[in-house]
């Protein structure tokens, strides 16, 4: 398949991921649109990693052929852990606070 | 020993010991002691000088150097001393006339407290240490040393009483008109070392030392005028003399001791001991003469119509050093040292006796509120009334023949010596008769204060009489040191004095001497007694007018000053502190804190804890570097 096309998807995936960010105020969407816009990045490196496979440089390394993919595991990783700490984050605020509502976080400032 | 020379060191050494003593002790020492330390040490300094002075006569000097006082590379200066005939007649005035007067200190100030009693001691001493380092050094910054010494203490005890606000100013006023003096024997210092690259008497005075001086273009005239300059400020001349009067702030004795008989003198000193330098200086000296003329004649002028017992012989002694700067601008520099030995013995005689009489009159200075005091205290009028005859130059007393040696030395100047004479004759008529206005109106007529003064009034303690009466001696027979040749004398101080400062070269033939001294004999005798016609029932006078209410005012030269100098300069720091200071630096600084307060405030605002809109600005910025990597 085309590259174009992976590209034009996780361009899209990363966009939607940053508008949920700014625009969202519910601090679980912005959560997901976070993750959303580590998956748009994965798929990038996936396909890329699949086009350098198939070109000629890989062939005289066989590394080149699946570094990407390895690092996509450890963005996976990080991400479950991240998410982790996250949602306990979110689980302690919404215990506190009874809301998820971000904005309402700003009571460290003055 | 072999020679006391070798121990010349401890003269100005023990009196800064007293000072220690005192100084330190000042908490813990009874008067008694303090009085036993301050004046025994002088009293050992003054021993340590007659003996140096025994040796002296003989012909035997010394110059030593103890220590390097200052080392860098090639120029040394040593901390030396020069002990021959000039300074040591120096230490015998200074220590001698400075003994009596600490003895006399010790009953004049024994109402103070302890603590002020020891202070007033060590500074006394600290004084004496000044000045006999002055005469003492053999080179011109050891000289200063003691120059700077003496202004220093000469302030601290012009300012002994120092909650009363006019007495520190006064010795603020002492300080810094000295200063402006010390100023100018700085510059003449540095003039010295720049052609001769020594500062040693020695070396300066040599023959090499005084040519490398008139080689340059003007050095003689310019060091010379910046020495003078010195002189006018330690020694009250015009334009500096108005200092001295308000002297008069700190307590008796130290008018008698430093504003009359030796710190006043040391400029005279100073030109003495540079005489090889001044006489190569004919500006100068004509300088030196005027100044000297004017300074004699207006003081006395002044002294006439003071009604401050302290302030008419302040302009007296003001005058008189004047007299010893005529004599120094005509080259006659054994003159004006033989003045300064018999003012340093009248000029501290009439200061106590001042003393005891403001003493008995419980504080009071105005004359106007004295009167009639003879019978009340013998000892003191008749003392004081001997330095009246001693200054107003009465045959026999030793003003006399001081006096009458300036006089014939400003008469047999070339050219305008009969002018210069006149001039000088009159002051000294001025002076004969504001000496005796002053002692007809406080010990004769009718006593003119209140009753509680009149039963208080009393002879003072025999510590302060004494010294009177030996200084009264001393005022006497002072003058026969110096018997001129036409009176069948030998003029022995000149002998003595010869290796150090040579003779003055005019020789005025007897006869001319007779009728110039018989002129002015006889002139004094008619101003006194115009005098005592005018003042011996004197019941107080009227607002005074005219030109005699300039006089009080003492020519307006304070108010003079007021304007010229202090008022602009006034406004001068005024304009600096508030526009330069205040608009100018201060505005610049603090506007460049204002600015910074400013933009943070503004920037302050970016911050402002909106998560959301941090990271809209992450994106704009991530963006921006994409347009910036793909476009540009």
């Keep these: ?110 | 020993m072999s020679n006391i020379l070798e121990l010349a060191w401890l003269i100005p050494l023990l009196p800064l010991i007293g000072f220690l003593i005192n100084g330190l002790g000042r908490k813990i020492l009874s008067k008694g002691w303090v009085s036993m330390v301050g004046c025994g040490v002088i009293l050992a300094s003054f021993i340590l000088s007659v003996m140096v002075f025994m040796q002296t006569k003989n012909g035997i000097v010394l110059n030593t150097s103890y220590f390097d006082f200052i080392n860098v590379t090639s120029f040394k200066i040593g901390f030396e001393f020069k002990i021959d005939q000039l300074s040591s007649l120096f230490l015998l005035i200074i220590t001698g006339v400075g003994f009596l007067i600490h003895v006399y200190s010790t009953a004049y100030m024994h109402d103070e407290d302890n603590k002020d009693f020891a202070k007033y001691f060590s500074y006394l001493n600290l004084f004496v240490f000044s000045m006999l380092l002055l005469v003492l050094g053999g080179n011109f910054v050891i000289m200063f040393i003691g120059w700077e010494g003496v202004g220093l203490c000469s302030y601290l005890l012009i300012g002994y009483w120092f909650k009363n606000k006019g007495y520190t100013s006064a010795a603020n006023k002492a300080f810094i008109m000295n200063r402006i003096g010390d100023l100018g024997f700085l510059l003449a210092t540095f003039w010295i070392i720049k052609l001769v690259g020594s500062v040693n008497f020695d070396v300066v005075f040599s023959r090499e030392g005084l040519s490398a001086i008139t080689n340059a273009p003007y050095a003689v005239t310019g060091i010379t005028l910046l020495l003078f300059i010195g002189a006018t400020g330690k020694s009250a001349q015009i334009p500096l003399y108005t200092w001295l009067p308000d002297a008069m702030a700190g307590p008796t004795p130290v008018s008698a001791l430093i504003h009359a008989a030796t710190m006043v003198t040391a400029g005279i000193y100073m030109i003495a001991r540079s005489n090889v330098l001044f006489s190569l200086a004919g500006h100068t000296q004509t300088l030196i003469t005027v100044v000297g003329l004017a300074t004699a004649l207006l003081a006395a002028s002044i002294a006439i119509k003071q009604n401050d017992i302290k302030k008419v012989l302040a302009y007296s002694t003001v005058s008189q050093l004047g007299f010893m700067f005529i004599a120094l601008g005509t080259g006659n520099y054994i003159a004006a040292v033989f003045h300064v030995l018999t003012h340093a013995f009248f000029k501290a005689l009439m200061f106590l006796g001042s003393g005891s009489v403001i003493h008995a009159m419980g504080g009071e200075q105005d004359i106007r509120k004295m009167g009639g005091l003879h019978p009340h205290m013998k000892i003191t009028s008749i003392t004081f009334l001997i330095g009246c005859l001693a200054i107003a130059g009465i045959p026999g007393l030793s003003g006399f023949f001081s006096k009458d040696e300036i006089l014939a030395g400003a008469y047999s100047v070339h050219g305008y010596g009969k002018v210069l004479y006149g001039i000088t004759l009159f002051a000294a008529l001025l002076t004969a008769f504001y000496m005796f206005r002053l002692y007809f109106i406080t010990f004769t007529g009718k006593f003119r204060g209140t009753q509680d003064q009149e039963h208080h009034l009393h002879e003072s303690p025999a510590a302060m009489t004494i010294p009177l009466v030996v200084l009264a001696i001393l005022s006497i027979i002072g003058g026969f040191v110096g018997v001129p040749e036409a009176l069948g004398g030998h003029h022995e101080l000149a002998a003595f004095l010869s290796p150090v400062v040579k003779a003055a070269e005019h020789q005025l033939d007897h006869n001319t001497e007779y009728i110039l001294m018989g002129l002015s004999t006889m002139l004094v005798i008619v101003s006194i007694l115009f005098a005592w016609s005018k003042f011996k029932n004197y019941k107080g006078e009227g607002e005074a007018t005219g030109f005699g209410k300039v006089l009080q005012n003492k020519w307006y030269v304070d108010e003079l000053y007021q304007s010229v100098i202090i008022h602009p300069l006034k406004s001068l720091s005024a304009f600096f502190n508030n526009v330069l200071e205040k608009k100018g630096i201060d505005g610049f600084v603090n506007s460049v804190g204002k600015a910074v307060h400013y933009s943070s405030r503004q920037l302050r605002l970016l911050q402002s804890g909106q998560v959301g809109l941090y990271v809209l600005l992450m994106v704009i910025g991530m963006l921006a570097l994409f347009i910036i990597q793909l476009f540009v």
């Design chain 1, 1 to 110: 398949m085309d590259i174009k096309a992976y590209i034009a998807l996780s361009l899209t995936l990363f966009s939607i991921g940053i508008i949920g960010v700014l625009t969202r105020r519910n601090a679980i969407l912005v959560f997901m649109c976070v993750e959303l816009m580590l998956n748009a990045v994965n798929l990038l490196l996936v396909a890329f990693s699949k086009m350098h496979a198939a070109s000629g440089i890989a062939k005289a390394s066989v590394h080149y052929a699946s570094d990407a993919q390895i690092f996509v595991f450890f963005i996976m990783v990080v991400a479950a852990a991240e998410v982790a700490v996250g949602l306990a984050i979110i689980v302690m605020l919404y215990r506190n606070t009874h809301s998820v509502d971000i904005n309402f976080l700003n009571r460290l400032k003055n």
